[in-house]
């Protein structure tokens, strides 16, 4: 059974910065594709920010491009996403999330996502 556990989540003010983490476990962590994905009160889950099994390929989505960085540690099985310049609106809960490999593609929906983490709540404050 594969699992994700969260960290990092928190409350900032605006402009200021947070890294979340997400560990993962029970399948080979190479083989998966990874995303970060955000849901906001009322609003539907969307992807924020994915990358490729061995980490070359990354995608981000357009407002936070210059802002967040996703990463991989392949021999650690962990995924970062370091976000600075935070706004209020990157107020959601983020969910760390894991499919198998499209590549040379990847995947930004959330149904090409096969296992989940719990989610953690990041607020920013004005």
């Known amino acids: 059974q594969v699992q994700l556990v969260e960290s990092g989540g928190g409350s900032v003010q605006a402009g200021g910065s947070l890294r979340l983490s997400c560990a993962v476990s029970?399948?080979?962590?190479?083989?998966?594709?990874m995303g970060w994905f955000r849901q906001a009160p009322g609003k539907e889950r969307e992807i924020v920010s994915a990358?490729?099994?061995?980490?070359?390929?990354?995608y981000y989505t357009e407002s936070v491009k210059g802002r967040f960085t996703i990463s991989r540690d392949n021999a650690q099985n962990t995924v970062s996403l370091q976000m600075n310049s935070l706004k209020p609106e990157d107020t959601a809960v983020y969910y760390c999330?894991?499919?198998?490999?499209?590549?040379?593609?990847?995947?930004?929906?959330?149904?090409?996502?096969?296992?989940w983490g719990q989610g953690t709540q990041v607020t920013v404050s004005s």
């Open positions: 999330a894991a499919g198998r490999s499209v590549e040379p593609f990847i995947a930004t929906s959330p149904y090409d996502y096969d296992y």
């Open positions: 029970g399948r080979t962590f190479s083989d998966l594709a």
């Open positions: 990358i490729a099994r061995i980490g070359g390929n990354r």
